[in-house]
């Protein structure tokens, strides 16, 4: 049994302000129409023996992981809660012992959610490459054959085949070098870029982990213990997984193992860690720019310049990325993408939430965005579902109007319920229990101007929530 295991606990500060801490990279369609996470999964299709897919995500991402898993029509065997991210060694842990559960012998297909692959039947012949040393008791992992010296990549050092496959013994792992010892290592033609793909028995891995890290091992399996269903989620036992050490597999594990084995790959890879890594796997006009949105150009070459809401004009400039989202803009030469993460962490200490939401926020039943805010007041643009609703609610500082511009909605206020449809309106007055519905087949969006002392998210009383929330 082959068990893809999906890991989608990233933020992706490089890639602000498209991606944010509640809407990171790989829940992004960046390159064509499915996202990263969609994308992820679906080049698992064909493949031999393998179970359905595990997802392991950060508890806030839990309903867009599953909605976006439902619009391509897969359902994992599981979507794992972490509390807080204590990076890939812990979360492969927590999905080797959930999979010996079921299969003892099943062998585990590490994939981070936030890779592009071009060539997927590649990719495909690489995994069935690796399923052999994997049984035996390898920790199998992929190297990327490298195309340029990369700085921002880590190394693996294999040479020497295993019983005449192409699969190669590892000497070494290395951190990310300078150019110059990265070019060295490109012309030797015996190093690879260090995926964060692997393949192994979930058996195999906990005996090494519990070898070389086993404080790992026993956080896991208390978090496990003392894990709640719920819905279609499984929440880890928050106490427990946050007193686990953070630590990647890499170097919990593949360091110091003598098992260790790698399959080279030339499948098209880009971990899209960088604005200048997505501008290089985007398509390209004659001057090398990407153009996304409304943009116009004079003179540009070389350019990422993408325009979600407004109009962006560009001039006599080379080698740039500029990025316009509803709130924030983003202008950075392509030799400086990797200090964007400095930002975001200003962002985070100044407590700004343009480091966390965008202007529009998802939630399960929909979304909303602001539209305008004062001290006193707010306007929101509000989208909900076909079928869904919001939970029901009071709030102890505000008041809401609702103006119906789209659909039907189905409004319960104190002890009334009724319909209201396009340009119609309510009024929900501090204190009293409401809910919002949309009983349609189409979207309802509406209009709600809040005003009051306060206008928080975090004013809000939930007495019923078809989602689980508290």
Same mark, same amino acid.
């Given at each position: 049994?082959?068990?893809?295991?999906?890991?989608?606990?990233?933020?992706?500060?490089?890639?602000?302000?498209? *991606?944010?801490?509640?809407?990171?990279?790989?829940?992004?369609?960046?390159?064509?129409?499915?996202?990263?996470?969609?994308?992820?999964?679906?080049?698992?299709?064909?493949?031999?023996?393998?179970?359905?897919?595990?997802?392991?995500?950060?508890?806030?991402?839990?309903?867009?992981?599953?909605?976006?898993?439902?619009?391509?029509?897969?359902?994992?065997?599981?979507?794992?809660?972490?509390?807080?991210?204590?990076?890939?060694?812990?979360?492969?842990?927590? !999905?080797?012992?959930?999979?010996?559960?079921?299969? #003892?012998?099943?062998?585990?297909?590490?994939?981070?959610?936030?890779? $592009?692959?071009?060539?997927?039947?590649?990719?495909?012949?690489?995994?069935?490459?690796?399923?052999?040393?994997?049984?035996?008791?390898?920790?199998?992992?992929?190297?990327?054959?490298?195309?340029?010296?990369?700085?921002?990549?880590?190394?693996?050092?294999?040479?020497? *085949?295993?019983?005449?496959?192409?699969? $190669?013994?590892?000497?070494?792992?290395?951190?990310?070098?300078?150019?110059?010892? %990265? +070019?060295?290592?490109?012309?030797?033609?015996?190093?690879?870029?260090? *995926?964060?793909?692997?393949?192994? +028995?979930?058996?195999?891995?906990?005996?090494?982990?519990?070898?070389?890290?086993?404080? /790992?091992?026993?956080?896991?399996?208390?978090?496990?213990?003392?894990?709640?269903?719920?819905?279609?989620? $499984?929440?880890?036992?928050? !106490?427990?997984?946050? %007193?686990? #050490?953070?630590?990647?597999?890499?170097?919990?594990?593949?360091?110091?193992?003598?098992?260790?084995?790698?399959?080279?790959?030339?499948?098209? &890879?880009?971990?899209?860690?960088? &604005?200048?890594?997505?501008?290089?796997? *985007?398509?390209?006009?004659?001057?090398?720019?990407?153009?996304?949105?409304?943009?116009?150009? =004079?003179?540009?070459?070389?350019?990422?310049?993408?325009?979600?809401?407004?109009?962006?004009?560009?001039?006599?400039?080379?080698?740039?990325?500029?990025? =316009?989202?509803?709130?924030?803009?983003?202008?950075?030469? +392509?030799?400086?993408?990797?200090?964007?993460?400095?930002?975001?962490?200003?962002? +985070?200490? %100044?407590?700004?939430?343009?480091?966390?939401?965008?202007?529009?926020?998802?939630?399960?039943?929909?979304?909303?965005?602001? /539209?305008?805010?004062?001290?006193?007041?707010?306007?929101?643009?509000?989208?909900?579902?076909?079928?869904?609703?919001?939970?029901?609610?009071?709030?102890?500082?505000?008041?809401?109007?609702?103006?119906?511009?789209?659909?039907? %909605?189905?409004?319960?206020?104190?002890?009334?319920?009724?319909?209201?449809?396009?340009?119609?309106?309510?009024?929900?007055?501090?204190?009293?229990?409401?809910?919002?519905?949309?009983?349609?087949?189409?979207?309802?969006?509406? /209009?709600?101007?809040?005003?009051?002392?306060? $206008?928080?998210?975090?004013? /809000?009383?939930?007495?019923?929530?078809?989602?689980?929330?508290?």
């Amino acid at each position: 049994m082959l068990t893809p295991v999906i890991l989608s606990g990233g933020s992706g500060s490089r890639l602000w302000p498209l *991606s944010r801490e509640h809407y990171p990279k790989q829940l992004l369609a960046l390159i064509g129409e499915d996202t990263l996470l969609q994308a992820t999964v679906k080049r698992l299709i064909g493949l031999p023996g393998q179970s359905a897919p595990l997802m392991v995500c950060n508890e806030t991402h839990r309903f867009l992981v599953a909605e976006q898993l439902r619009r391509i029509g897969v359902s994992p065997s599981h979507i794992i809660l972490e509390p807080i991210g204590r990076n890939t060694a812990p979360a492969t842990a927590i !999905a080797a012992l959930i999979s010996m559960s079921y299969h #003892p012998e099943t062998l585990l297909l590490i994939l981070p959610a936030d890779h $592009l692959i071009a060539q997927v039947e590649t990719f495909q012949n690489a995994v069935k490459a690796g399923i052999p040393l994997a049984q035996a008791g390898y920790l199998v992992t992929f190297g990327v054959v490298p195309t340029h010296p990369e700085t921002g990549y880590g190394y693996i050092n294999a040479r020497e *085949s295993i019983e005449d496959t192409v699969v $190669l013994s590892v000497d070494r792992f290395v951190e990310k070098p300078d150019f110059e010892t %990265a +070019k060295q290592y490109v012309d030797s033609g015996e190093y690879y870029w260090n *995926s964060g793909m692997f393949l192994f +028995k979930a058996s195999r891995y906990l005996e090494e982990l519990e070898k070389f890290a086993p404080d /790992i091992v026993g956080a896991c399996r208390q978090a496990i213990d003392n894990a709640l269903e719920d819905k279609d989620f $499984l929440r880890l036992d928050p !106490a427990a997984f946050k %007193a686990c #050490p953070s630590n990647s597999i890499d170097y919990a594990v593949m360091e110091h193992t003598h098992a260790a084995a790698v399959v080279p790959l030339d499948a098209g &890879w880009n971990d899209v860690g960088a &604005w200048s890594s997505l501008w290089e796997v *985007s398509e390209q006009d004659s001057d090398g720019n990407v153009i996304i949105g409304d943009v116009l150009v =004079e003179n540009v070459r070389n350019c990422y310049l993408r325009a979600d809401n407004r109009l962006l004009a560009a001039i006599g400039i080379e080698d740039h990325i500029i990025v =316009e989202t509803a709130d924030a803009i983003l202008v950075v030469h +392509k030799d400086q993408v990797q200090s964007v993460k400095n930002i975001v962490s200003r962002l +985070k200490a %100044a407590d700004r939430p343009e480091a966390h939401l965008h202007r529009k926020v998802y939630r399960p039943w929909g979304s909303y965005e602001g /539209i305008d805010n004062e001290s006193r007041f707010q306007v929101k643009h509000i989208t909900v579902n076909p079928g869904a609703s919001l939970s029901l609610q009071m709030h102890y500082h505000r008041s809401e109007h609702w103006v119906v511009v789209k659909g039907t %909605a189905q409004i319960t206020r104190g002890e009334d319920t009724f319909i209201l449809s396009e340009n119609q309106s309510t009024y929900i007055p501090l204190g009293v229990k409401h809910r919002l519905a949309n009983p349609g087949k189409l979207p309802l969006e509406i /209009i709600e101007i809040q005003s009051g002392s306060y $206008l928080g998210e975090d004013d /809000i009383v939930r007495y019923e929530d078809v989602y689980g929330r508290e």
